[in-house]
């Protein structure tokens, strides 16, 4: 059973409306948006995990278009600096909560809570079009797991570099894609699939894992504005985790995964306060 916090995390995860612009240079957005939608998503318990979880919930649907702070696809984005070659802000991820319970591999052992992963993205452009953008992201982020809320417990960091394309069509339709690594430290490996002593079983001995390559993904989605006020989203994402550092770890069970998710959102209220053209990085998530 999902806790409050957890369903609201959740909900703020799966987020899943888009910012359209015209191609009207003099068009002008709303500031801020607020809505709602239903989203359903099923995805594995964690990397590695032979089980998944399937959810449908309600979710708040959330746009800020402001000069350094943006609600966005990849999350909460803080820029730091702008060129016409490259950025660098304060990028924001998170993983879902596992209830071990429900999990055969971590029966009996604590559960895997609601974590942030946060930290500086360095962003080089290679195409930086008002309808088209590629870029290669290198991330660094520090993951903080919601131990005891609102108190945050380091749990290690993650290299993420990430590859990632996307194409507005018109004023109605974006698609995107990526492909990206993930390198992370002995601490962040071992929230994930170190087994200390005290919940060893004959089946499942301690386990300490080592810092070193995680894995490789790649994910598409597809945003589609119905009419003013109504979005609809799909994604998809697959990654593999043959040759992984903590692959020798009892709670590593398969080698690769996927996930993918729906949603539909309708927008409630709009700000009297307006800003330029949105451009195709400000997709909402």
């Known amino acids: ?17 888009s910012v359209f612009a015209d191609n009207d ?22 990397p590695g995990a032979d089980q998944s979880q399937s959810y449908t919930l309600p979710f708040p ?42 999990n055969r591999a971590r029966e009996g052992m604590n559960d895997l809570n609601v974590s942030l992963e946060l930290g500086p993205s360095l962003r080089l452009k290679f195409i930086d079009t008002p309808d088209q953008k590629l870029q290669l992201r290198f991330n660094m982020r520090a993951l903080l ?6 108190a945050l417990d380091y ?20 698609l995107g894609a990526g492909i990206q690594l993930r390198y992370g430290d002995k601490t962040y490996h071992n929230y994930f699939y170190g087994v200390a002593p005290q919940f060893a ?3 499942r001995p301690a386990y300490q894992a080592e810092r070193g390559y995680n894995s490789v993904g790649i994910n598409g989605f597809a945003a589609l504005k119905l009419d003013r006020n109504w979005r609809a989203t799909a994604s998809v994402g697959y990654y593999d985790l043959h040759d992984a550092a903590f692959d020798d770890s009892p709670l590593f ?10 949603s539909l959102s309708r927008i409630l209220w709009r700000s009297e306060t307006t800003v330029g053209p949105a451009r195709i990085d400000d997709i909402a998530l």
């Open 61 to 102: 649907y959330i746009i800020y278009r402001g000069s350094r702070l943006k609600a966005g696809r990849d999350g909460l984005r803080g820029l730091l600096f702008e060129s016409k070659r490259w950025d660098l802000d304060i990028s924001a991820g998170g993983s879902l909560p596992v209830n071990s319970e429900d």
């Open 1 to 17: 059973m999902l806790r409050p916090l957890q369903v609201l995390f959740l909900s703020f995860m799966l987020v899943s409306g």
């Open 253 to 262: 069970r398969k080698n690769s995964g996927a996930y993918f998710g729906i």
């Open 25 to 46: 240079d003099n068009e002008r957005l709303p500031k801020w948006e607020i809505g709602a939608g239903l989203a359903t998503l099923h995805l594995p318990d964690y």
């Open 155 to 174: 749990e290690g960091w993650l290299f993420n570099p990430e590859l990632r394309w996307r194409r507005h069509y018109d004023d109605r339709v974006i």
């Open 201 to 203: 079983t004959a089946n």
């Open 145 to 150: 797991a919601a131990d005891d809320f609102p």
